[in-house]
């Protein structure tokens, strides 16, 4: 039983995707033993996988899998794989390391629609939850995107398969995809996207500011990604209202 649980805060059932971008194996005991019932997913970073040591890769994954959460590697990763060839080899490797999610993004290379669509589907086959991710990781590329492009996107990820799609947003939250330069949402951009269903959404949304909007907008059980290891705590405040912008105003 939680402390103070006579308050009835109720959790979130929201998804939370937490990036881990290097975390040891005593910093991953620690972080579920203070909050993994928060954790949906762990994000494996970009392309942080291929750093490190394949043994402490599979401990790590245990862990999380323990936990009830989904590890997955950064979809840059997958995007260096498929413009190698090496797809079946990526697959292969990602089971044997443990991994239990796929993400399929063309953030950072040019990947057409056709083959979006094989990859998700491939992954879907090979038993992986798959979660895609719509959105580049250059800001100018990313505004050539059109409202109407992105939709596209997001509704064949999902008709091809994908469990998920995440919007884009980077680490930094800011001029890209719903985001302004000033990390401010840009409505009109996140109401046309919203409108495909919000609940087959993971906003990414990095800045406390933008996560109190989007729950005050949309309820604590909004899925939100892209949340530091070490803010996952205050992010469950926000979502149960036990954190000054959010008291009060949590249904």
């Known amino acids: 039983m939680n402390a103070f649980n006579f308050l009835g805060a109720k959790p979130a059932t929201g998804k939370t995707m937490m990036l881990d971008k290097g975390l040891g194996l005593h910093a991953v005991d620690d972080l579920l033993a203070t909050a993994g019932t928060h954790i949906s997913f762990a994000k494996f970073g970009w392309g942080t996988a291929a750093t490190m040591d394949a043994e402490l890769i599979k401990a790590k994954t245990a862990k999380y899998r323990a936990a009830g959460i989904i590890p997955y590697p950064g979809g840059t990763l997958l995007e260096v794989a498929t413009a190698a060839g090496k797809l079946p080899e990526f697959f ?23 083959t979006r669509a094989n990859v998700i589907q491939q992954a879907r086959a090979a038993g992986f939850y798959v979660i895609s991710e719509v959105g580049k990781k250059n800001p100018e590329l990313d505004h050539d995107l059109s409202t109407a492009e992105r939709r596209k996107m997001i509704q064949a990820d999902l008709d091809n398969g994908a469990h998920y799609v995440i919007l884009e947003a980077r680490e930094a939250g800011k001029n890209i995809g719903i985001y302004d330069a000033d990390g401010n949402i840009i409505g009109s951009e996140l109401d046309a996207l919203a409108a495909i269903g919000v609940d087959k959404l993971i906003i990414e949304a990095p800045l406390k500011s ?21 803010e996952v705590t205050a992010l469950e405040t926000l979502r149960r209202g036990l954190r000054g912008d959010t008291v009060g105003k949590i249904e």
């Open 210 to 230: 933008q996560q109190v909007a989007l729950i005050l907008k949309y309820g604590p059980n909004i899925n939100l990604g892209n949340i530091a290891w070490d």
């Open 92 to 114: 292969a490797e990602a089971k044997e390391l443990g991994f239990t999610g796929i993400e399929v993004s063309d953030g950072s290379t040019q990947v057409g629609p056709t």
